[in-house]
């Protein structure tokens, strides 16, 4: 197997990770109830992975924000994010192989349970 090499490797990791998530009967419903728009949220992700792994400026956002609000509307709880990693770790490790798919399984950990901890906080507090 190959490494992640370029764009279209990670458009291909995506597209793979959301078709599997997608239909996952942990993570899936998060999606449906959340009125999820594919075609809009695949170029975002490209362009976020692609930063991370390249170091290239092509995303710009702030996805913990984003989840913040999502959580308003849709509970997002441990599972999610434990099943959310697992699906990811899966796919990258059966189509790629190599330093940068490392990365991106260490960084989607990272974001994971960073994104789990603020958000259990979050619901905590009485404000944002």
Same mark, same amino acid.
């Given at each position: 197997?190959?490494?992640?090499?370029?764009? *279209?490797?990670? +458009?291909? &990791?995506?597209?793979?990770?959301?078709?599997?998530?997608?239909?996952?009967?942990?993570?899936?419903?998060?999606?449906?109830?959340?009125?999820?728009?594919?075609?809009?949220?695949?170029?975002?992700?490209? $362009?976020?992975?692609? *930063? &991370? &792994?390249?170091?290239?400026?092509?995303? =710009?956002?702030?996805?913990? &924000?984003?989840? !913040?609000?999502?959580?308003?509307?849709? $509970? !997002?709880?441990?599972?999610?994010?434990?099943?959310?990693? +697992?699906?990811?770790?899966?796919?990258?490790?059966?189509?790629?192989?190599?330093?940068?798919?490392?990365?991106?399984?260490?960084? $989607?950990? =990272?974001?994971? +349970? !960073?994104? =789990?901890?603020?958000? +259990?906080?979050?619901?905590?507090?009485? =404000? !944002?």
């Amino acid at each position: 197997m190959k490494d992640i090499l370029n764009k *279209t490797d990670i +458009q291909y &990791l995506v597209e793979t990770f959301y078709s599997k998530a997608l239909n996952d009967t942990v993570i899936g419903p998060v999606f449906k109830q959340a009125d999820f728009k594919l075609e809009a949220h695949i170029p975002v992700m490209v $362009a976020f992975w692609e *930063t &991370l &792994l390249f170091d290239v400026i092509t995303y =710009s956002g702030n996805p913990m &924000l984003k989840h !913040l609000e999502l959580n308003r509307r849709v $509970a !997002l709880k441990g599972p999610h994010f434990e099943r959310w990693m +697992q699906i990811w770790e899966e796919t990258v490790s059966s189509e790629f192989q190599g330093p940068l798919a490392e990365k991106a399984v260490i960084r $989607a950990s =990272s974001i994971a +349970q !960073l994104m =789990s901890y603020k958000i +259990q906080q979050a619901g905590h507090s009485t =404000s !944002l």
